[in-house]
């Protein structure tokens, strides 16, 4: 069992390792095991980058995230501003059907809307906002307009893929599927483990929704 004290040094540890943080930004403070992140960033993807750094720490299960979002050193962006760059960032993304998403920007938070054909669509409308400057959250109430497949088939078809990308864990991860809605439960060793998992699922064909209830469970 890690201290307190290790854990600390363990996060700010891994927020000097990864380069889309700036570790002078942010504060950790440790508390019956829980990390609390604050400071100052530039954009919501930084903050969530620190969030991401935090959990991929063995023993950090439960992380505050108390960190704000701030333009440093440049003019406050109007949300007009943030509307112009959120439309252009969409239409600039080739993995992203613009024209199928609206947005609405209220105080610098962010809400997309509209339908996308495929789960790994709608994520991607969602990454391209996040690291925009100024941007405070993201709400995504993207919906998928998945042609109807069998739920026999998906099910078969994500099982699949797991196996074909030797995901360690696929043969503890129950799949679940029930009109396009996948449901996920079991087992993985890390935040990273977890995420190639629902990446891989995102771009499964007639997946409209997925509920994701694994569990990280690190090994000691």
Same mark, same amino acid.
Request: hydrophobic share 45%.
């Given at each position: 069992?890690?201290?307190?004290?290790?854990? %600390?040094?363990?996060?700010?540890?891994?927020?000097?390792?990864?380069?889309?943080?700036?570790?002078?930004?942010?504060?950790?403070?440790?508390?019956?095991?829980?990390?609390? +992140?604050?400071?100052?960033?530039?954009?919501?993807?930084? %903050?969530?980058?620190?969030?991401?750094? &935090?959990?991929?720490? &063995?023993?950090?299960?439960?992380?505050?995230?108390?960190?704000?979002? %701030?333009?440093?050193?440049?003019?406050?962006? !109007?949300?007009?501003?943030?509307?112009?760059?959120?439309?252009?960032?969409?239409?600039?993304?080739?993995?992203?059907?613009?024209?199928?998403?609206?947005?609405?920007?209220?105080?610098? /938070?962010?809400?997309?809307?509209?339908?996308?054909?495929? /789960? &790994?669509?709608?994520?991607?409308?969602?990454?391209?906002?996040?690291?925009?400057?100024?941007?405070?959250?993201?709400?995504?109430?993207? !919906?998928?307009?998945?042609?109807?497949?069998?739920?026999?088939?998906?099910? +078969?078809?994500?099982?699949?893929?797991? /196996?074909?990308?030797?995901?360690?864990?696929?043969?503890?991860?129950?799949?679940?599927?029930?009109?396009?809605?996948? !449901?996920?439960?079991?087992?993985?060793?890390?935040?990273?483990? %977890?995420?190639?998992?629902?990446?891989?699922?995102?771009?499964?064909?007639?997946?409209?929704?997925?509920?994701?209830?694994?569990?990280?469970?690190?090994?000691?």
């Amino acid at each position: 069992m890690m201290s307190a004290d290790d854990i %600390k040094h363990a996060v700010l540890r891994e927020l000097a390792w990864d380069s889309r943080v700036e570790v002078a930004e942010v504060g950790v403070e440790v508390n019956e095991g829980i990390v609390t +992140l604050s400071g100052t960033v530039s954009s919501y993807g930084k %903050k969530l980058a620190a969030q991401e750094a &935090a959990h991929r720490v &063995a023993s950090v299960h439960d992380v505050v995230n108390a960190i704000e979002v %701030k333009a440093l050193g440049a003019k406050a962006r !109007t949300d007009v501003d943030l509307a112009q760059m959120v439309r252009h960032v969409l239409e600039w993304d080739v993995l992203v059907p613009d024209e199928g998403i609206t947005s609405t920007v209220d105080n610098g /938070w962010v809400t997309l809307e509209g339908t996308v054909e495929v /789960w &790994a669509q709608r994520d991607e409308a969602e990454r391209a906002v996040q690291h925009l400057a100024g941007v405070q959250g993201v709400t995504n109430h993207i !919906t998928v307009a998945a042609p109807p497949i069998d739920s026999q088939d998906i099910r +078969l078809a994500i099982q699949d893929a797991l /196996w074909r990308r030797a995901t360690r864990e696929a043969n503890h991860i129950e799949v679940k599927v029930e009109g396009g809605q996948v !449901t996920l439960s079991g087992r993985v060793q890390s935040i990273q483990e %977890k995420r190639a998992i629902l990446g891989t699922i995102s771009h499964a064909p007639g997946v409209s929704a997925i509920d994701d209830q694994l569990h990280i469970e690190q090994t000691p």
